[in-house]
């Protein structure tokens, strides 16, 4: 309370009359009844007020401001929590900034407390990250867990979609070929493979093979010599 004491003599009187004149609030307080008094946390005075001005409902100013320059918004990562100013985001939420609240993550994103932005969620085994969300690694590779790309098994291995470990690559076994995409594959009639394949070999001449055969065995024809008359 900011009070001078002034006394006058009165003209109908001798005796002394006895006035108290308040002065103006500094800036940053406001006049009450009682006296002047600090402004609260997000408002702000300039000298002389009888009130406080609010910030914008976005913005933060600490007790006793004395300007609206001194309202600002809260940087990333943080929300205006009521009087008590700026205040960092909780896990798995975030703040571009200038926020009264903070934003959950989208489905399969996480964030740290104070985040700016969320991340995909780490992907399990078998599965590997993408600008979209886990995808799961084709045939013929593997991944371990929160990959970001799939390992290709061998040149001669396959692997079932979604397998997680090279253990899982394992080479075609005999009579069979690696086909791609497709896995193993059964070597065609008068081909072969000893295992562990790309592809099948042609039987040598004379020689002949079953569907899915590891070896070709001498075979029998038939020549026909026809005569004409």
């Avoid at 406001?30 to 009130?51: D, F, R, V």
């Avoid at 929590?81 to 994103?109: I, L, M, V």
């Avoid at 291995?157 to 005999?174: L, Q, Y």
Wanted: aromatic letters at 6%; one cysteine or more.
């Amino acid at each position: 309370l900011r009070r001078t004491s002034s006394s006058i003599h009165s003209p109908f009187s001798s005796s002394l009359i006895s006035i108290d004149v308040r002065a103006p609030c500094d800036a940053g307080d406001y006049m009450t009844e009682s006296g002047c008094q600090q402004c609260p946390a997000n408002t702000y005075s300039e000298a002389a007020a009888t009130s406080c001005t609010d910030c914008a409902a976005n913005e933060v100013s600490v007790a006793g401001s004395t300007s609206s320059s001194a309202c600002n918004t809260c940087p990333v990562g943080t929300f205006k929590d009521g009087q008590n100013g700026c205040a960092q985001c909780a896990e798995n939420t975030y703040s571009e900034g200038a926020s009264t609240s903070c934003t959950p993550c989208p489905t399969g994103k996480i964030s740290a407390v104070g985040s700016s932005t969320c991340e995909w969620e780490p992907c399990t085994a078998g599965d590997y990250l993408t600008d979209t969300g886990c995808q799961q690694c084709p045939a013929n590779t593997y991944s371990e867990a929160a990959a970001t790309s799939c390992t290709d098994c061998a040149a001669n291995e396959v692997s079932v979609a979604g397998s997680t470990s090279s253990s899982a690559c394992n080479t075609c076994p005999v009579g069979t070929f690696k086909d791609g995409q497709n896995g193993c594959a059964q070597c065609a009639e008068n081909t072969y493979s000893e295992g562990a394949s790309t592809s099948c070999t042609p039987c040598p001449t004379g020689k002949i093979s079953a569907v899915g055969s590891s070896t070709c065995e001498w075979g029998w024809y038939i020549v026909l010599k026809v005569r004409v008359y």
